[in-house]
T-cell receptor
Framework: GAVVSQHPSWVICKSGTSVKIECRSL??????MFWYRQFPKQSLMLMAT?????????EQGVEKDKFLINHASLTLSTLTVTSAHPEDSSFYIC????????????FGPGTRLTVL | SQKIEQNSEALNIQEGKTATLTCNYT??????LQWYRQDPGRGPVFLLL?????KEKRKERLKVTFDTTLKQSLFHITASQPADSATYLC????????????FGKGTTLSVSS
C-alpha cells in the first residue's frame, strides 16, 4: 500500500528557533498533501493544504508566516515552524492524497514537537 | 455551526463482544465518510470508506453504516480482540475536489481479555 513518511519523528527545540518537518510519499506521487495538528485528546485539525508547485492554502486562524509550507516536488512537502514557542508544542501529522475514485489519504506517522 | 461528534471518549468491552461506535454530524453534506484507527503517538490508519449513496460497508470483522437522514454513521467491530484497542476516528470528506478531511475527536476503545 501507499506509504507516507515523516522526519523527524520527534524534535525538542528552544523557544525562538525554527524547526523543519518533512513529509514524503514513498511509493506514489502526491499532487496534494495536507498538514494537521493534534493536541492531546483532541481531533486532528487541518492547518493547510499543500499543492505541488503552488502556494499552500491555510485554514482560518493558521498564520502562514509562522507555518511555512513548501511542496517543491510530487513526493515531498515540508512544514517549517518559525520562531517556535511552547504553545506550538503538538503532534504534527501530514497526509498525502492518492488521486483516484476514492481520493484516499494516507497519513504519515506524525512528528512530536516540544518547544522548551 | 458545523460539528462532528463521536458518542463517547472511551468505550470498554470484553473480548469477543461487538463494539459499536457512533459518529454524528450536523450541517455537513459529506460525499464520503471514513473511519480511521489511531494508536498512541502514531498517525491515523485508514479502515473503511462509505459513500453517501451506500448504506453499509463491510471488511472482515468491521462494518460501517451510513444514514444521511439521521446524519449518523455506526462503526462495528465484531468478535473484538485486545489488539483492537485503539482510538477510532470518523472523518468527513465534504466534496470530491480534494478538500481535506474533517475529523471527530475519536473514541478510545479498550478490549479486555
Amino acid at each position: 500500500g501507499a506509504v507516507v513518511s515523516q522526519h523527524p519523528s520527534w524534535v525538542i527545540c528552544k523557544s525562538g528557533t525554527s524547526v523543519k518537518i518533512e513529509c514524503r510519499s514513498l511509493d506514489f506521487q502526491a499532487t496534494t498533501m495536507f498538514w494537521y495538528r493534534q493536541f492531546p485528546k483532541q481531533s486532528l485539525m487541518l492547518m493547510a493544504t499543500s499543492n505541488e508547485g503552488s502556494k499552500a492554502t491555510y485554514e482560518q486562524g493558521v498564520e502562514k508566516d509562522k507555518f511555512l509550507i513548501n511542496h517543491a516536488s510530487l513526493t515531498l512537502s515540508t512544514l517549517t515552524v518559525t520562531s517556535a514557542h511552547p504553545e506550538d508544542s503538538s503532534f504534527y501529522i501530514c497526509s498525502a492524497r492518492l488521486a483516484g475514485a476514492n481520493n484516499e489519504q494516507f497519513f504519515g506517522p506524525g512528528t512530536r514537537l516540544t518547544v522548551l | 455551526s458545523q460539528k462532528i461528534e463521536q458518542n463517547s471518549e472511551a468505550l470498554n468491552i470484553q473480548e469477543g463482544k461487538t463494539a459499536t461506535l457512533t459518529c454524528n454530524y450536523t450541517n455537513y453534506s459529506p460525499a464520503y465518510l471514513q473511519w480511521y484507527r489511531q494508536d498512541p503517538g502514531r498517525g491515523p490508519v485508514f479502515l473503511l470508506l462509505i459513500r453517501e449513496n451506500e448504506k453499509e460497508k463491510r471488511k472482515e470483522r468491521l462494518k460501517v453504516t451510513f444514514d444521511t437522514t439521521l446524519k449518523q454513521s455506526l462503526f462495528h467491530i465484531t468478535a473484538s480482540q485486545p489488539a483492537d484497542s485503539a482510538t477510532y476516528l470518523c472523518a468527513l470528506l465534504i466534496n470530491q475536489a480534494g478538500t481535506a478531511l474533517i475529523f471527530g475527536k475519536g473514541t478510545t476503545l479498550s478490549v479486555s481479555s
